[in-house]
């Protein structure tokens, strides 16, 4: 099922293992030109936009686009008790989490006498948090936005999620509950790049623009960031969710099928990778997930996943291969199952997140293991990170310098500053010195 890629014999200099497995076509700059009328339709129309490609778009037109309280109210009240504890145990361990990252220290440092810098981490003011609705109701999605928002200090914090046909117009139950077991009350039924139109513009009577958007969505969410970006702040452009797997003789091949197929259920332009010295394992895997991919609930959209450029079985001569090409590759999501996976996790330095071990799937850290699963793809995790407390706040640094110390500093400056060519740079020091 998946196509093989061999660099058993490849000398490592011969090839840029960043490129020996292909990602899925993702064309975000082709569609910034299609939302592109839509947010200006937005930004100038306001509500009648957005009930124009709610029923055009999602094919309903919301009762309210702003869900009322009574019922986010009724829809926790609904909530299957079972499920409740789910979301609840899965928020508890967020939270731990993300309060251990809110604790972080603010430093001052003090250079001289008389002389500091201080490290303020200041939350931003509010925040838009998207909740996808499409192929699969991310109700998770709620809580790997909220509560890191709500750590972070955020103090006005707003959701919208697409309307629902089969729900009246509205959001999905389940994550109008969640937004009511998290106590967040501005909740919007709208989807797409009008979402985040509305969000960075703000529409009048409805909603206030934010500060931040955050969240996952497809790829008119993501071209409409890209657009707005600057005028509202974004968390990143995510591309279709991928998972690499790096594994040896020690994994269970139908532990390793499982994960892959996990992600292939997401989207048909997911990335399902696997990476090993192992022809044996390799065959396994391929036997295992036949039988998988034909059995699940979305049996075709897996099947375009797995068999598509963007999936493969990569064999490596080694483990040291092995995690070059996973290094190389920086996956959204890496699996670690091999003898001694913390010590070769601990080599790892580009991933989304490492789960490490036979009993860490992507499934748990996608719902209930404290970490988040709003990560970056498409190799991103080579210079950017997940979305955690940190995404919610600002570093401002804080000088205050008082007359000698500024005096012990005042000729370096002056001369730096003339040195640029900015004579009134250096003024504004002289100007303080002793007369």
Known sequence: MLRRIDLRDAADTDLDYATVVPRAEFDVEHAVARVEPICTAVREEGEAALIRYSEKF????????????????????ELDPQLRAAFEESIRRRRAVCADEAGMPQPTTELAPGATVTTRLVPVGRVGLYVPGGLAPLASSVIMNV??????????????SPPQKDFGGLPHPNILALCALLGVDEVYAVG???????????????????DLVTGPGNIYVVAAKRLLRGRVGIDS???????????????????????????????????????????????????ALEPMAAATRHADRVRIALTGEQSGIVLVRDLEQGIAVVDAY???????????????????RNAGAIFVGPYSPVSLGDYSAGSTHVLPTAAAARHSSGLTVASFRRTVHVIAYDRDALLELADGVERFALAEDLPAHANAVTMRRPR
């Not at 139109?197 to 623009?209: E, H, N, Q, S, T």
């Not at 532990?255 to 996990?262: F, K, N, R, Y």
């Not at 010295?277 to 065959?283: C, H, K, N, R, Y």
């Not at 920086?330 to 790892?348: F, K």
């Open 58 to 77: 999602d094919g309903v037109i919301p009762p309210s686009l702003r869900v009322p309280a009574e019922v986010l109210e009724r829809s926790l009240a």
């Open 147 to 160: 509560v890191p928002a709500q750590a972070a200090g955020v103090a006005s914090i707003a959701v919208s």
């Open 192 to 210: 797409g790049a009008q979402a985040i139109a509305m969000f960075a513009y703000g529409v009048p009577g409805l909603c206030r623009k934010v």
């Open 237 to 287: 452009e995510a591309g279709p969710t991928e998972i690499a797997v790096l594994a040896d003789d020690s994994a269970d091949p139908v532990h390793v099928a499982a994960d892959l197929l996990s992600q292939a259920e997401h989207d048909p332009m997911a990335g399902s990778v696997l990476v090993t010295p192992s022809v044996a394992l390799a065959d396994a895997v391929d036997a």
């Open 330 to 348: 920086a996956a959204e999501h890496l699996e670690i199952q091999t003898v001694d996976a913390p010590t070769v996790a601990s080599r790892i």
